[in-house]
Nanobody, 129 residues
Framework: EVQLTESGGGSVQAGGSLRLSCTASGYTYSGACMGWFRQAPGTEREGIAN????????HVVDSVKPGLAISRDNAANTVYLQMNSLKHEDTAMYYC??????????????????????WGQGTQLSVSS
């Protein structure tokens, strides 16, 4: 059974930093695309970053730049989301997801949620202003 487990969320003051982690179990595919999404109350889920596991090529959407970086540790089957200079509007539930096939746009542009086959349960980030 494939499981994605996010961790690292919590409450932080504006201007602070946080690193989210997502560890995959029961699944290893070096050509996968791993992505981070977030959903704030009353809004739609939005993709914010993705990484091509094989090469480490990354894409971060402009709306969250700068201050956000995605990385991975293939040996640990883990993807990270480093978030700096946090703002109140970063408050959301953060989800990681992984594909089961190669996605050519991974690491180059936003990859739609429909391409991702497995999802974590989410980790909540609350930023107080």
């Amino acid at each position: 059974e494939v499981q994605l487990t996010e961790s690292g969320g919590g409450s932080v003051q504006a201007g602070g930093s946080l690193r989210l982690s997502c560890t995959a179990s029961g699944y290893t595919y070096s050509g996968a695309c791993m992505g981070w999404f977030r959903q704030a109350p009353g809004t739609e889920r939005e993709g914010i970053a993705n990484i091509y596991a094989l090469t480490g090529r990354t894409h971060v959407v402009d709306s969250v730049k700068p201050g956000l970086a995605i990385s991975r540790d293939n040996a640990a089957n883990t993807v990270y989301l480093q978030m700096n200079s946090l703002k109140h509007e970063d408050t959301a539930m953060y989800y990681c997801a992984v594909t089961t096939s190669y996605v050519s746009d991974c690491g180059r542009k936003l990859v739609a949620a429909a391409n991702f086959h497995y999802w974590g349960q989410g980790t909540q980030l609350s930023v107080s202003s």
